[in-house]
Structure formats: structure tokens, C-alpha cells
């Protein structure tokens, strides 16, 4: 079964980056996008970018755009998500997503917390 | 950037009800519409998409219409299970956008 599986909870400092690692199984990894999205405690769902895996292309939401990378590695079928110079409000549960047009497969989540 | 607006924010409901919740874009987006559920501590999950088409083992109890810039969820006849927040995406241009979600509570 498709399995996206995230690494585990971060503590950053304000100015610090972040890196979110997110590894698929069950399907080939570069048969769909994968979407990056966030939410903040008790907040809604706010999509940062996304990437296709078999080009590398990305996309990314203008908010985030000079404080986001999104790449990968084929060869272990892992993305990842980099958000530098972090603030407080970039405390929040990152997810990545993957699927052809609307997501269908999520996984559980990284929190990050932002916090001098 | 495509604005949506999701109506209602809170939605109070009793097992049994029929609800509907809506979801209208600043501009058309054909058929490029998403609906999931989301559970406390837990990832959304994909309940419609393509505005009307359900997805693979979700109850025929949800349903979806609309095109172009209205849009409705509707669940018929809501189970205990079913309590949830829920939002739409619209998938036709990035950047991507969601609604601000509906929290079905019992009521």
C-alpha cells in the first residue's frame, strides 16, 4: 500500500532552516507530485509548493518563495522540504502529499516549532 | 490567486442529518475541486475530487456537485464517524487553495 512517511519533530531557533524529509513506498516514487502543505495549531491548511519527482521541477507559493527548496533522491524515494530563516509563525505541522491532480496520499506530519 | 470562500465555519449536526457545506472561488475553476476530512492530530484525507467524483473506499453516504464556482459537499445521512472538519481545494492553478474549513460538531 502507498505509505508517505515523514521524519520525526523539530526544534528550531528564529533564523534557523529546517529540513523535512518525506519517504514513499508502494508505488514509484516518480510517478506523482508531490505537494508540500502546513498548518498551524487550530489554523487551516495552507499549501507551500510542490515538485515533480521525475524532473525535479518545483513550484512554489509566492509567501514562501526565496525560503523554500524542494528536491529529492530517486535512488531512496525520499523528498524534501527546506524552510530557512524561520520565524515563530512558521511554527506548525508540515505535510507532504502526493497524488496526480488532487492529493490522495498524506503523510503523518512533521511539527516544527519555532522558539528562541 | 484564487480566493474561496467556505461557508459554514461551524456547523452543529445530530447523527441522522443531512448536511451541506459550501464552497464558492473568486473565479472559475471548471471541475478542479478537492473535499477532505480532517480529524484532530491526524492528515486530511481525500474524500472528492474532481468536484463530484468519490474516492476510492469512501462512503456513498458523501457526494459532491458544483462547477465552475459553486460547490457543495453534502453528506446524507451523517454517522457518528463523520464528525470532522472539512475543506475544499481548488487543483486548477497554483498557487493551490484551500477553503478555511467547517467543523461539524454535534450538536
Known amino acids: 500500500q502507498v505509505q508517505l512517511v515523514q521524519s520525526g519533530a523539530e526544534v528550531k531557533k528564529p533564523g534557523a532552516s529546517v529540513k523535512v524529509s518525506c519517504k514513499a513506498s508502494g508505488y514509484t516514487f516518480t510517478s506523482y507530485d508531490i505537494n508540500w502543505v502546513r498548518q498551524a495549531t487550530g489554523q487551516g491548511l495552507e499549501w507551500m509548493g510542490w515538485?515533480?519527482?521525475?524532473?525535479?521541477?518545483?513550484g512554489y507559493a509566492q509567501k514562501f518563495q526565496g525560503r523554500v527548496t524542494m528536491t529529492r533522491n530517486t535512488s531512496i524515494s525520499t523528498a524534501y522540504m527546506e524552510l530557512s530563516s524561520l520565524r515563530s509563525e512558521d511554527t506548525a505541522v508540515y505535510y507532504c502529499?502526493?497524488?496526480?491532480?488532487?492529493?490522495?496520499?498524506w503523510g503523518q506530519g512533521t511539527l516544527v516549532t519555532v522558539s528562541s | 490567486v484564487i480566493w474561496m470562500t467556505q461557508s459554514p465555519s461551524l456547523l452543529s449536526a445530530s447523527t441522522g442529518d443531512r448536511v451541506t457545506i459550501s464552497c464558492r472561488m473568486s473565479q472559475g475553476i471548471s471541475s478542479y475541486l478537492a473535499w477532505y476530512q480532517q480529524k484532530p492530530g491526524k492528515a486530511p484525507e481525500l474524500l472528492i475530487y474532481?468536484?463530484?467524483t468519490l474516492q476510492s473506499g469512501v462512503p456513498s453516504r458523501f457526494s459532491g456537485s458544483g462547477s465552475g464556482t459553486d460547490f457543495t459537499l453534502t453528506i446524507s445521512c451523517l454517522q457518528s464517524e463523520d464528525f470532522a472538519t472539512y475543506y475544499c481545494q481548488q487543483y486548477y492553478s497554483f498557487p493551490w487553495t484551500f477553503g478555511q474549513g467547517t467543523k461539524v460538531e454535534i450538536k
Open positions: 474532481a468536484a463530484s
Open positions: 502529499a502526493a497524488g496526480i491532480a488532487a492529493p490522495d496520499y
Open positions: 515538485m515533480n519527482p521525475n524532473s525535479g521541477n518545483t
